[in-house]
């Protein structure tokens, strides 16, 4: 009697060993799916900028309009609106977001440039009027009024555009390219005007 016992119960250990063995492996590979779909998906982070009023997107290496034109105006005002007191401080904040094949230029040219505005104790201000994202050739312009007050003249007033492209790496804009000039936007409509001359 103990013997039957002994030998069904054996049967059923090994009969329930052979099961969990296929759950087991099947558990694994379910594991090693789902590890590989989460290492392969890129996340897409959505916020809304204290700049705009719209969501807007930004993913590992690209981003929506919104964020393109919400980092454009962040620039243009941070660059825009300098003192003798702050313009350390716009130098160190500008910095971060300068892609490493512009930073040194850039440095060198923001280092100039505040060595002109603290000898000549200038202020500079600046007021948007537009912000416009050029799909085709990825250029942000903002344009505005610039105001420079100075000790030798009074305020003058002049229309500025400010000119961006940004990249997006690791969620992280970069600026490539920055200009800036007198007068509208150099876009595209721009262009074309300027070749039929």
Not at 126 to 153: A, C, M, P, W
Request: net charge positive.
């Amino acid at each position: 009697m103990k013997w039957k016992n002994y030998v069904q119960s054996w049967k059923s250990i090994n009969l329930e060993n052979k099961i969990s063995r296929l759950v087991i492996c099947a558990l694994a590979f379910s594991n090693i799916l789902l590890v590989a779909a989460v290492i392969n998906q890129n996340s897409l982070v959505i916020f809304t900028p204290p700049t705009l009023h719209e969501e807007t997107a930004i993913a590992i290496d690209s981003a929506s309009e919104p964020m393109h034109r919400a980092m454009g105006l962040y620039v243009a005002g941070l660059i825009g609106n300098v003192t003798p007191h702050n313009a350390k401080l716009v130098k160190e904040s500008l910095g971060p977001l300068l892609d490493a094949g512009i930073y040194t230029n850039v440095m060198k040219v923001m280092d100039d440039q505040i060595l002109a505005l603290r000898q000549d104790k200038v202020s500079t201000s600046f007021r948007t009027i537009s912000v416009e994202y050029e799909k085709k050739s990825g250029k942000v312009f903002v344009h505005g009024q610039q105001i420079v007050d100075g000790l030798i003249d009074s305020s003058r007033s002049l229309k500025k555009t400010y000119e961006f492209i940004f990249k997006i790496r690791n969620y992280q804009p970069q600026i490539t390219h920055i200009d800036n000039y007198r007068g509208t936007p150099r876009n595209e409509e721009w262009r074309k005007a300027q070749e039929k001359k």
